[in-house]
């Protein structure tokens, strides 16, 4: 007897550190009885599930997860370009920026690794360009224009181009940075 099994589709958000915690977030697609038959294994691996709706959710959810997180990322090299390129001090000026309104724990966190100089992969920056990419392709299928994200794309496609594709997404900072010091010896 072969009888079909529920299909879910499970990705996750968080890095190595959550994984290693068991505190993974599980954003899930699928059925409501597929979802109770995967829940103690999901449950082991992390410490949140949430149940988005029919197969393909989860998916589309973390698309979008990394669409924002893209953007920002995109956005903080940017910024930081634009420090450096106006002669202001990078220090005070990040500071504003990771304690103020736009500080956001990623902002927060890809500051620190920028700032250490720490692109050891957590999430290779290729990886986020990819995930850019797909997002803006699902959302066309909705009718929808990504705008920041098709930016922020430029941004990370920048940056593969300067050969940061196999380090951490948060090189994007790095790339915009060397950027900017470049031009402003010019």
Do not use: C
């Not at 082991?44 to 149940?51: M, Q, R, S, Y």
């Not at 103020?100 to 999430?123: C, E, H, I, T």
């Not at 922020?152 to 090189?171: I, N, P, T, W």
């Amino acid at each position: 007897m072969n009888r079909a099994r529920p299909l879910l589709d499970a990705p996750v958000t968080g890095s190595k550190s959550q994984a290693a915690a068991g505190e993974l977030r599980f954003l899930v697609g699928g059925s409501d009885a597929g979802l109770e038959i995967a829940r103690p294994v999901l449950a082991a691996l992390g410490n949140d599930i949430v149940h988005f709706g029919p197969t393909g959710s989860g998916a589309v959810m973390k698309l979008i997860n990394n669409f924002m997180s893209g953007v920002q990322a995109a956005s903080l090299a940017e910024a930081t370009a634009f420090i450096l390129a106006s002669g202001l001090d990078h220090d005070k000026a990040l500071g504003v920026l990771t304690n103020g309104a736009p500080g956001s724990p990623l902002v927060k966190l890809l500051s620190a690794r920028a700032q250490a100089g720490d692109f050891a992969p957590n999430f290779m920056l290729r990886l986020m360009a990819k995930d850019l990419s797909y997002a803006i392709e699902e959302a066309r299928g909705q009718q929808m224009n990504l705008q920041t994200a098709v930016g922020a794309l430029a941004v990370f496609q920048r940056a593969m181009a300067d050969g940061y594709g196999e380090k951490d997404f948060s090189a994007v900072i790095e790339s915009a940075a060397n950027s900017a010091k470049v031009n402003r010896k010019t």
